[in-house]
């Protein structure tokens, strides 16, 4: 069982940036490929990045390429998302998820264990 708990999200104008953070609890979060995913509203939820269990790899969407970056502290059980040039549609409430599959994942189906949240607002 892993328990994930996100913090970071916020209101920031369009351009600007934002760290997510997500701390997992138990001692096996090095044993989970982790991911962050996005709802907005009326909206599914979708893949944004993903890494690998040791960090050394990493998928994007299109749609975040070049502007977000993930990592991970496997000794602080804690995965980031770093988000610059923030865009209002990249308004939604972010989630990050842990996964125990051979290889990364990019679709909700590929995690396990979710936390429950953290909004992210851009103004234009």
């Known amino acids: 069982q892993v328990q994930l708990e996100e913090a970071g999200g916020g209101l920031v104008q369009a351009g600007g940036s934002l760290r997510l953070s997500c701390a997992a609890s138990?001692?096996?979060?090095?044993?989970?490929?982790m991911g962050w995913f996005r709802q907005a509203p009326v909206k599914e939820r979708e893949f944004v990045a993903a890494i690998s269990r040791s960090g050394g790899g990493t998928k994007y969407a299109d749609s975040v390429k070049g502007r977000f970056t993930i990592s991970r502290d496997n000794a602080k059980n804690t995965v980031y998302l770093q988000m610059n040039s923030l865009k209002p549609e990249d308004t939604a409430v972010y989630y990050c998820?842990?996964?125990?599959?051979?290889?990364?994942?990019?679709?909700?189906?590929?995690?396990?264990?979710w936390g429950q949240g953290t909004q992210v607002t851009v103004s234009s």
């Open positions: 998820a842990a996964g125990n599959t051979g290889m990364m994942q990019t679709t909700t189906r590929g995690y396990n264990y």
């Open positions: 138990g001692r096996t979060f090095s044993m989970y490929n």
